[in-house]
């Protein structure tokens, strides 16, 4: 069957994404991910280069994360951040657990994937909306930002652990990452300061970067890992050098422009295709139960501890931390694929994390958007 209309459909609906979200005033994730849901059960099929386009997507919004937080606040505020970040990966995890295991009579290991699944929170969601709104610069932005990477860390290492059996590529994965990440930091800024390469219509500071986090795709996929970890603590060492320098600063700039025009749009509409609305609909209760328990577990874990440690944003912070989206279609198709969960339980899960992409996002945007014109650090 001929594909070539479908570069042709996406690249429509990433244009139209970004006329809507301009429109409305949303973020335009938001819309990426609804589109690709709607055009995904109108017949609209995923390619293998969108599938990886995407996954490129996310590990990029995950190291331009990074370099947004500041390293020194994020010391300075470990204690709130890793206990935000721990309670709501923590509370969902058991709660989905239990509900699972014990009411729905899913298999331990279904339940325990489910747990996983459903305790994430998206940094690249999280990231984007606050890139968009301008927080991503202000202390409760970097804040959240720090607490979402304790919730996804978590998760990965949850799932790694109950899963995941290291081998001899696991080990060269870490060692790589390791030595991927102390060489970048100590040197990438000769490359960055390199007058030869300084304002050329080829960026090869660009595609330094960009080969860097290919590394890290390739080798965490040889060793059954998570790219997104090593991407984000490879942006968190790197943030120094975004802060002080200048040049960094309008290389990042750079990065953010060419991921948002077509990189990360693939991420999001590809993250919406993956939910099935019939099979939801033919588990709507299952559906409902478990989307309210995560939600409700994310509440208790994060509005309690925002509103003592970040009082002027706490619901904001909590709906933000309750969005979903890579580890939790991570985790499902980990699940699927590993024959833990079926085709029904797969589509419920994912269908559960892209709606928490979206729902909580909205409302936090629509009505709770937290002030920050004298919060800029």
Same mark, same amino acid.
């Given at each position: ?94 709660g989905t657990f239990t509900y ?17 699944? /459903?305790? #994430?929170?998206?940094? $690249?969601? *999280? ?5 968009e709104t301008g927080l991503s %610069?202000?202390? !409760? ?51 960055f300061r390199n007058p030869r ?57 750079? /990065?953010? #422009?060419?991921?948002? $025009?077509? *990189? ?9 295709? %993956?939910?099935? !609305? ?100």
């Amino acid at each position: 069957m001929n594909t070539d209309y479908i570069p042709l459909i996406v690249g429509g609906l990433v244009l139209i994404s970004s006329l809507i979200s301009l429109r409305l005033g949303l973020s335009v994730a938001i819309i990426e991910i609804i589109l690709g849901a709607i055009a995904g059960n109108l017949g609209l099929g995923t390619e293998n280069w969108m599938l990886y386009l995407a996954n490129f997507g996310g590990i990029i919004l995950t190291y331009l994360a990074g370099t947004e937080i500041d390293a020194k606040m994020m010391k300075e505020n470990f204690k709130e951040s890793f206990l935000i970040g721990l309670f709501s990966f923590l509370l969902p995890f058991i709660g989905t657990f239990t509900y699972t295991y014990y009411l729905a009579n899913w298999s331990l290991q279904g339940s325990l994937i489910a747990g996983c699944a /459903l305790s #994430t929170t998206s940094l $690249a969601v *999280v990231y984007s909306v606050l890139v968009e709104t301008g927080l991503s %610069k202000t202390t !409760i932005g970097k804040k959240i930002m720090s607490a979402t990477f304790f919730t996804d860390m978590g998760t990965a290492l949850s799932l790694s652990v109950l899963f995941i059996k290291p081998t001899l590529y696991t080990l060269l994965f870490v060692g790589v990452s390791t030595v991927l990440i102390i060489v970048f930091y100590k040197y990438s800024i000769y490359v960055f300061r390199n007058p030869r390469w300084a304002n050329k219509v080829i960026e090869p500071e660009i595609k330094f970067i960009f080969f860097i986090l290919l590394m890290f795709i390739y080798f965490a996929k040889l060793g059954e890992g998570h790219a997104v970890l090593p991407a984000f603590i490879l942006g968190l060492l790197m943030s120094k050098h975004f802060k002080e320098q200048r040049k960094t600063v309008v290389i990042r700039n750079k /990065l953010r #422009t060419i991921a948002y $025009a077509i *990189v990360t749009p693939i991420f999001f509409i590809v993250g919406g295709m %993956k939910i099935s !609305i019939p099979l939801i609909l033919s588990t709507i209760g299952l559906f409902i139960i478990l989307f309210g328990i995560k939600m409700i577990m994310k509440f208790i874990g994060v509005y309690f501890l925002a509103k003592k440690y970040m009082p002027n944003g706490s619901v904001y912070t909590t709906l933000l931390m309750s969005t979903g989206l890579t580890f939790g279609t991570i985790s499902s198709m980990y699940g699927l694929q590993a024959g833990l969960i079926n085709q029904v339980q797969y589509s419920v899960l994912v269908g559960v994390v892209v709606a928490s992409a979206v729902i909580p996002t909205f409302i936090a945007q629509k009505w709770f958007l937290p002030k920050h014109e004298e919060d800029i650090v």
